[in-house]
């Protein structure tokens, strides 16, 4: 029996194991996942208000600024109102300081209802906010789970990566190479194994002279997808 076929397809195992802890650990729970889902929505919601809150007070000051102009405006026109000498500037003068006050009357309107959304905004915000310290909690609590667990994980991860380099260190270089060239050409797949006289990997038939080949323990790739091929002996 060829021990260094062996040795790849112990290498292949801890590899796939490798892979598959390492996958995990990139995913969220469900249990994690569905608080965190709740957390960032209620964060960019609160971002929202906040935002139209600011849009608010923007147009508040704009509004304000107008409001200054056309009180002073409407001071000009009344002291002219002082000094007309006839009955038509008197007229003229009325009329200036009629549609000025209605100007000012609308954009006082305008202020208080920006002011009455703001408060609105602001309250739900706030309500949000309160919330939020019990979301929070919940949120610490699965996190610290998840990331406890994720220790065990790690743990693993880095036995596994160490039993690799052991087994790896003990193959030629050569072998060590082209193993790593198929395994990243074959999505970190590099052995298949023989079953029912197929290559596992891709189902291409292997022929009768090849299973003698496997069966003296030969290095032998799979004629369909390169993969070494793996013949499991029967104990002996
Ligand atoms: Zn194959």
């Avoid at 905004?121 to 929070?136: F, R, S």
């Avoid at 990997?201 to 793996?230: F, N, W």
């Amino acid at each position: 029996m060829n021990q260094d076929v062996e040795k790849l397809w112990e290498l292949q195992t801890v590899l796939s194991q490798l892979g598959d802890r390492e996958k995990q650990l990139t995913n969220k729970p469900e249990s994690f996942a569905a608080v965190d889902r709740e957390w960032q929505n209620v964060n960019s919601s609160m971002e929202r208000l906040r935002e139209q809150i600011e849009q608010h007070s923007k147009e508040r000051r704009r509004v304000d600024g107008e409001l200054s102009d056309q009180q002073e405006l409407l001071k000009k026109y009344q002291g002219q109102l002082m000094q007309v000498k006839n009955q038509q500037q008197y007229a003229a003068a009325w009329k200036e300081i009629d549609s000025t006050r209605k100007h000012v009357k609308e954009l006082e309107d305008s202020t208080l209802k920006t002011m009455t959304d703001v408060e609105g905004l602001q309250k739900q915000h706030d309500d949000l906010e309160a919330g939020n310290v019990d979301l929070k909690s919940r949120w610490d609590t699965e996190h610290e789970a998840w990331q406890h667990s994720l220790g065990d994980l790690r743990t693993e991860v880095e036995q596994l990566k160490a039993k690799a380099a052991m087994i790896e260190a003990s193959l030629p270089e050569r072998l060590r190479r082209e193993f790593h060239r198929i395994f990243k050409q074959r999505q970190n797949v590099a052995m298949a194994k023989v079953v029912a006289d197929s290559c596992n990997g891709c189902r291409t038939r292997v022929r009768p002279a090849v299973m003698q080949q496997l069966k003296r323990g030969d290095l032998v790739h799979c004629e369909g997808c390169s993969r070494i091929l793996y013949l499991e002996m029967p104990p002996s």
